[in-house]
């Protein structure tokens, strides 16, 4: 049973910068799509926007409200994947939650971004 432990968030102003990592126990890390999902406040869990996704460190795809403000990464070795969120902005307040998108697996306790002055 795989699971996630997401961790990293936190309060920021607008304009700056966090890096969220979750670490994937089970094995498999390495052949698995992972995506970062984020949850805003008030959305319920079916609403969830997959906001960026990683198959390789060379092949990434982002959500258009994200694009060039954030970069997903990944470290097979320590089955960990990264999200390096620069540029935040008020909107970007949210439960932030890593996955598969390809073959989901029961979801983390993920964890608080808020971006506010």
């Known amino acids: 049973q795989v699971q996630f432990v997401e961790s990293g968030g936190g309060l920021v102003q607008p304009g700056g910068s966090l890096r969220l990592s979750c670490t994937v126990s089970g094995s498999g890390f390495s052949m698995y799509v992972m995506g970062w999902y984020r949850q805003a406040p008030g959305q319920q869990r079916e609403q969830r926007e997959l906001?960026?996704?990683?198959?390789?460190?060379?092949?990434?795809t982002y959500a258009e409200s994200v694009k060039g403000r954030f970069t997903i990464s990944r470290d097979n070795a320590k089955n960990t994947v990264y999200l390096q969120m620069n540029s935040l902005k008020p909107e970007d307040t949210a439960v932030y939650y890593c996955?598969?998108?390809?073959?989901?697996?029961?979801w983390g306790q993920g964890t608080q971004v808020t971006v506010s002055s």
């Open positions: 906001v960026a996704r990683i198959i390789d460190n060379g092949r990434t």
């Open positions: 996955n598969r998108p390809l073959i989901p697996g029961s």
